[in-house]
């Protein structure tokens, strides 16, 4: 039974900083690409930074130079530093498999309870 427990997430100032984890579990991830993902209210889930088996990572624009994706393979855990957080960033945040279409094909789906940010200004 595979699982994705994200945390990390909170209320902070625009401006500040967070470390969102991810950490998985019922099977290993260290050959996949991870990816990042987000959720506002009223908006659909969209993309926020890939980080691929050996390391390599990609970024959305709006958050590009701002939040940096990691992971851990050792732990089978991904992470997301987020820096110079803006209101716009306030979402559910959740971890999975990239690219998405992998979300359905391997994992039937699944989607974690993911972690809130809020960002005030």
């Known amino acids: 039974q595979v699982q994705l427990v994200e945390s990390g997430g909170g209320l902070v100032q625009a401006g500040g900083s967070l470390r969102l984890s991810c950490a998985a579990s019922?099977?290993?991830?260290?050959?996949?690409?991870l990816a990042w993902y987000r959720q506002a209210p009223g908006k659909q889930r969209e993309w926020v930074a890939t980080i691929t088996s050996d390391g390599n990572t990609d970024y959305a624009d709006s958050v590009k130079g701002r939040f940096t994706i990691s992971r851990d393979n050792a732990k089978n855990t991904v992470f997301l530093q987020m820096s110079s957080l803006k209101p716009e960033d306030s979402a559910v945040y959740y971890c999975?498999?990239?690219?998405?279409?992998?979300?359905?094909?391997?994992?039937?789906?699944?989607w974690g309870q993911g972690t809130q940010v809020t960002v005030s200004s």
């Open positions: 019922g099977r290993t991830f260290s050959n996949y690409a």
């Open positions: 999975n498999l990239w690219p998405i279409k992998l979300v359905v094909t391997i994992l039937r789906n699944y």
